[in-house]
């Protein structure tokens, strides 16, 4: 059974201030996979003192420096990475196939893309007379999911890193596991002490006092949108920066133009991946109503081919990463029944011959309409909505009809698609199944949060713009 009872502050692990220990489920068995302690406002206090102090120092050092430590932390990562996928797929449930080669790569290519950033990116030009210099924020507050609990991780320590600021790291309760071997990793790799600091705890013991406090300059939040909102009325009394990543409901159009086979094939495929639970899944696929019954007997056959299981059998998909999510999908599923959307596959229930975990059946429904409850509300489970449209401007109307604006997809022939990219409140819009970039900003519009991850810009959020007024450089 894993431990994961001390945190880790100013380079060491260290005994929590109290006495309070949650018990981890795996979501395949329901068995009891490890313990973690929760902390509370005196952790964080510590581990933000920690963080103030290092930021001293470390915001000082020179970029070949962090360069450096990118290199002895890529290197440690590649070491530790068995040991990575096999905590992700005990903590929250993912195959072993896909915590390799996802949940996993995904983790270490933020790093190896934010080093590659960094060698190229100017913290400083000439404007005129004035100097423009862009320096670390400070204390950044990082507070991640558990539905990609290491990609999440790893984006945001990686621009914190790249840009010389100091943090504290709270990740879900639900899936230390991996958080603490990422640990184990930045210490491996001669993180200096104070740098990188991680308390474990939930959001009411740990997250209020880290989003709260008022010697942290920053919080960046990945989560649901509603614990967004409690975390900017948290860090609005400090008037601190906050960047938050949050819920999505993401439209996938499929144009006239489209391959049908093949796009309903592929968007049931990303609606079920990760057990659907990604806060970027195109899980509202729009289809002209000419075509929903041939839609519907495509996106049947689809997703017969994601056959559920545990994890360690390397079944396509896997659990949902706990009871009470699902619970909600359970709920929601009934929801669309009673509000009168055609269930075409899966629906209430374990799968056959899953009794114990927490399994949900690959569950689509046709002839929904967009003031559906399952086509408002966020699911985060393999539940895909099918939804009709009459027209272009009709499908890009539904598409925007949303309070969320994380991302969108379109199918279809090129140019007609970027056109409707265009026109799109979402901001990451995929056309036509393209590889996933993640050195693309990624980040939304309205409920879906504020500030972009990934790549080079990121790195604005935990920046600061200094002007320096009548500079002159040093001939």
């Not at 133009?257 to 495929?269: E, H, L």
């Not at 967009?370 to 099918?386: H, K, S, Y």
């Amino acid at each position: 059974m894993r431990e994961n009872l001390q945190f880790y502050i100013d380079g060491s692990w260290v005994e929590p201030a109290g006495n309070i220990v949650m018990d981890v489920i795996n979501p395949a068995d329901e068995t009891v996979a490890g313990q973690v302690a929760l902390g509370g406002p005196l952790d964080v206090d510590k581990a933000v003192a920690a963080a103030r102090a290092a930021f001293q120092t470390f915001s000082q050092i020179s970029v070949e420096e962090r360069l450096a430590l990118f290199d002895r932390i890529i290197a440690a990562y590649q070491l530790r990475a068995q040991d990575l996928a096999i905590a992700v797929s005990d903590e929250m449930g993912a195959p072993l196939w896909l915590a390799e080669q996802l949940q996993v790569t995904a983790g270490l290519a933020h790093i190896q893309i934010a080093r590659a950033a960094l060698a190229k990116y100017s913290f400083e030009h000439e404007m005129g007379t004035t100097e423009i210099v862009r320096e670390p924020i400070g204390v950044c507050a990082l507070i991640t999911p558990w539905n990609w609990p290491l990609n999440q991780l790893t984006c945001k320590v990686a621009a914190a890193l790249a840009t010389g600021c100091t943090m504290v790291v709270k990740p879900s309760e639900v899936s230390p596991f991996s958080a603490t071997i990422f640990t184990e990793i930045m210490h491996d790799a001669g993180v200096p002490a104070g740098v990188f600091n991680l308390v474990h705890g939930d959001g009411k013991g740990v997250g209020d006092a880290l989003t709260g406090h008022p010697e942290v300059d920053l919080v960046s939040f990945t989560g649901s949108t509603p614990a967004g909102i409690q975390v900017a009325r948290n860090a609005a009394l400090t008037v601190k920066r906050v960047h938050q990543e949050l819920g999505g409901k993401s439209p996938n159009i499929l144009l006239p133009s489209a391959d049908f086979p093949s796009a309903v094939a592929a968007g049931v495929a990303q609606m079920m991946l990760n057990s659907g639970q990604s806060c970027n899944a195109p899980s509202r696929m729009l289809v002209p109503f000419t075509r929903m019954d041939e839609v519907a007997d495509l996106a049947r056959t689809a997703a017969a081919q994601w056959v559920v299981g545990h994890p360690a059998s390397n079944a396509k998909m896997g659990p949902v990463a706990s009871e009470a999510q699902w619970r909600k999908i359970q709920n929601l599923i009934q929801v669309g029944i009673e509000e009168g959307a055609t269930l075409i596959t899966g629906g209430l229930g374990r799968p056959e011959g899953l009794d114990t975990g927490f399994y949900v059946q690959p569950t689509i429904f046709c002839n929904v309409t967009n003031d559906m409850t399952i086509a408002r509300e966020e699911i985060f489970g393999p539940v895909l909505v099918i939804i009709g449209y009459a027209d272009e401007a009709d499908a890009v109307a539904i598409a925007n009809d949303t309070v969320f604006g994380l991302a969108a997809y379109v199918q279809g022939e090129h140019a007609a698609a970027e056109a409707v990219a265009r026109k799109l409140r979402a901001g990451q819009v995929t056309l036509n199944y393209a590889d996933m970039d993640l050195a693309a900003p990624f980040g939304g519009y309205k409920q879906s949060g504020n500030g972009r991850e990934w790549g080079e810009v990121a790195f604005g959020d935990f920046l600061e713009t200094k002007a320096i007024v009548g500079f002159r450089r040093a001939v």
